[in-house]
């Protein structure tokens, strides 16, 4: 019997950090009917897979928001709707790893409108912020960022950052983006950014240029938002971006 208490102290203690982090002491594994016709509503990516990737979908979708503490900030709550979309843009994003979930980030902020960040004194849609474990999002903006297929949208930006640092920081998830894919993805990257300064690139928008992090995380947003003309434009850095990724969404163009 002692024994069988000192084996289970490992697991008690994960249940209390779990239940104090999430509210809840299992993952879960299942999405309500209520939630998967939502999805089938309002979620394009999700519309376009075919039956059993969408059963995975929602599985994913499940325990994603499990896995998480959504809080509200400067409103009364995240609504099940506000939960469902914001776990739907972080598996779109990570569905070539069934096994990545976006870890290390324990807390998701959403605020109603664009918020003040303390980090940098400046007024943002959006913050990734890894030494507090937390994705911060304005609504407002994710939802637009899903309106129009322009190549912009702040969740899969955000999601982008966050999937770069979950790779980088050593933790359950870590070190799952394959190396050689990823030097050539930089190599790509730093020749493209290179070509928006001088003006001769013109399919990805100028913030692309800023560093590493913000060029891949604007090629996420074309990647899932403007497939095609992306690999018409580019379509090495398109091919690279969906080996690094493991997953192909002009595949789901021709659905
Ligand atoms: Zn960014």
Redesign the pocket.
């Known amino acids: 019997m002692k024994y069988l208490l000192l084996f289970l102290i490992p697991f008690i203690a994960r249940w209390v950090v779990r239940y104090h982090q999430t509210g809840s002491i299992f993952p879960a594994f299942y999405l309500s009917a209520k939630h998967k016709d939502f999805l089938e509503k309002n979620f394009e990516f999700y519309q376009k897979l075919p039956l059993k990737s969408k059963q995975t979908f929602e599985r994913r979708v499940a325990f994603f928001i499990s896995s998480k503490k959504f809080i509200p900030r400067e409103m009364d709550q995240v609504t099940w709707e506000m939960k469902v979309l914001i776990s739907a843009a972080a598996i779109q994003l990570t569905f070539g790893f069934p096994k990545v979930h976006l870890s290390w980030f324990r807390y998701i902020l959403v605020y109603p409108e664009t918020f003040f960040s303390q980090a940098n004194q400046q007024h943002h849609k959006g913050e990734v912020n890894p030494r507090a474990k937390t994705i911060v999002l304005s609504w407002k903006h994710f939802v637009e960022g899903y309106l129009k297929p322009d190549g912009r949208n702040l969740g899969l930006?955000e999601m982008a950052?966050a999937l770069r640092l979950e790779n980088r920081i050593m933790n359950e998830e870590y070190n799952f983006l394959d190396h050689e894919i990823l030097e050539q993805w930089e190599a790509r990257a730093k020749r493209t950014m290179s070509e928006i300064i001088n003006g001769t690139e013109s399919f990805f928008r100028k913030y692309g240029s800023v560093n590493n992090?913000?060029f891949f995380?604007v090629a996420v947003e074309n990647f899932f938002e403007r497939p095609l003309e992306f690999k018409e434009r580019h379509p090495k850095t398109y091919l690279t971006l969906s080996q690094l990724l493991k997953q192909d969404p002009v595949l789901l163009e021709k659905n």
Request: net charge negative; charged share 40%.
């Open positions: 930006h950052h992090e913000e995380a």
